[in-house]
């Protein structure tokens, strides 16, 4: 950063109580109020006047031997710009600096310093500061671009602002090989001094300006159409990860400190001017990001023109998503579940009904297919995550699971997997939900290893074991790695072996009936081995249980088979 020093004198200023004085042998004949301080100058014995063409107005009426009295309330920069002034005149030593400069400048100006009343005046020399020193620098134009912020009518008047803004983005357009300034990047593993300056060189010291500000820069680069829309979207990236919460880390409100209102409005317009400016291009943000947007409108209750954006423009990304960007934790105080379930079936649902209207009819090897298999895998394996929230109401797994097409999924083995955690999670729940859980498996989509473990597992309904065995048996799968004779699932689920035998009975009923429907010849299935043994143990007369009538039918079939 670049300094100019003016003036030789040591600095005599001194406070008392509210007074600002000078120290000097000669008393003081001008008193300036700002706010609540009262500065106590001279007139003429210091140049104030000769410097000061207001000064010299305002004391134009007044005896030279009263003292002169002037609010200057309304000064730009308050006090300490019009002490930089007076220092100025007094020949005290003062230092300027990129800091400082926007309010020096702008009070300068206000008390018309200038060269028409006197030659080499203070406004002339700021004048100079900011054209050789401020504006060939770039974090001194970025800092000098800031501080307008507490100035921004004066500075826009006179200019700083829009010179501000050409020489930054003057410096963002060089190529990055002749880059030859400092600047600011904190990438983890970017070492400055064995690579080659990074493309997005610039984006980290631009995310210090004020969201408006921050805006025209974003403005007058893309008015340029110089830089890849790639370099303006990680730019909006780097702000939006410097000045909004990340909800990620947020808890809940009930406990946790609440945002005041003030700062959520704060929040909020940056959220929106930032969904405003990424580039319409596809690919220009990542979906990863556009999603956390979306978290974090959803949590500072942003306009529903933002959220719906945000939520289109996430589902024409939604396959370069990956489970870990869609997990977000729900911010509403009346939900008790963790997971924001709400954003993703919102993101799905803008997905399934954008493809509906832009894709022709499906088939196997079109680009759609793939891309509705590849969101299948993903909500499936996301179910699978979130299945593990104990207070996770069913109703929100089946409004996600329900909204994938039957051929977003190749195999179910993944809903499967999703179902089975979310069952283990939750061990007290209903038949009634179970079963609905379960409705949209379908078994005949269920890979060997997991018709398997399906028919093992306790957890599932009875009706849906069912259904994967009688599968099992209408399929004639007899591998050895895989196979479930009926007398093994009986067996273990022993006193539901007469249910079990009549939802068998049902279902074969059904193959029976469909198959006269298809050919309209009545075909009698055949009775598997295991189910006509287990038809004449009941038929005895003898008190054995169906228990243990069972597990003799299955010994024997066992001894037969050779198992």
Known sequence: MKFMKLGTRLDTFYTEEATRSVVSDIPNDLVIQISNINYLLHQLQFSLLPKCGLLQRLCADSDDSSTVTIQLHDIPGGEDAFELCAKYCYGITINLSAHNFVSAFCAAKFLR?????????????LEA???????????????????????????????????????????ILTPP????WSYTYTRIGFNKQQ?????????EDISDLDIDLFRCIIIAIKSTHMLPPQLIGEALHVYACRWLPDTTKITRPESSVSQTDEVTDKHRKILEIIVNKIPSDKGSVSVGFLLRLLSIANYL??????????????????????????????????????????????????????????????????????????????????????????????????????????????????LYRAINIYLKKHPDLSKADKKRLCRNLDCQKLSPEVRTHAVKNERLPLRTVVQVLFFEQEKGSRENDHRMPTQELLLSRGKQIPIV??????????????????????????????????????KRPDKKTPMEAGKKGGERTNRGEGI
Request: hydrophobic share 35%; with cysteine; net charge neutral.
């Open 301 to 414: 209750g942003a306009s529903t023109v933002t959220k719906t954006e945000l939520i289109r423009r996430s589902s024409l990304q939604l396959e370069e998503a990956t489970v870990s960007d869609l997990l977000f934790p729900s911010h509403s105080s009346s939900n008790q579940y963790y997971y924001d379930i709400d954003l993703v079936a919102a993101v799905l649902e803008s997905f399934l009904l954008l493809r509906r209207r832009t894709s022709p009819a499906p088939t196997e090897n079109t680009q759609f297919m793939r891309s509705i298999r590849k969101i299948g895998k993903l909500v499936d394996s996301y179910l699978q995550a979130v299945a593990t929230d104990i207070n996770l109401p069913v109703s929100k797994v089946l409004s996600v699971a329900e909204a994938l097409p039957d051929i977003a999924r190749k195999d179910h083995d993944d």
């Open 195 to 203: 690579q080659l300056v990074p493309k997005d060189w610039w984006t």
């Open 501 to 538: 035998r009549d939802e068998l009975s049902k279902l074969q009923l059904g193959s029976y009936e469909q198959t006269i429907r298809s050919d309209g010849i009545p075909r009698t299935p055949a009775p598997s081995e295991s189910s006509t043994r287990d038809d004449q143990k009941l």
């Open 113 to 125: 310093m200038t060269e028409a009343v006197e030659k080499g005046n203070f406004v002339l020399k």
């Open 129 to 171: 500061f900011f054209n050789s020193c401020v504006l060939v620098g770039w974090k001194d134009s970025i800092i000098t671009l800031q501080t307008t912020v507490k100035l921004t009518e004066w500075s826009e008047n006179l200019g700083i602002i829009r010179r501000c803004i050409d020489s930054i983005v003057g410096k």
């Open 177 to 180: 090989a002749k880059v030859t």
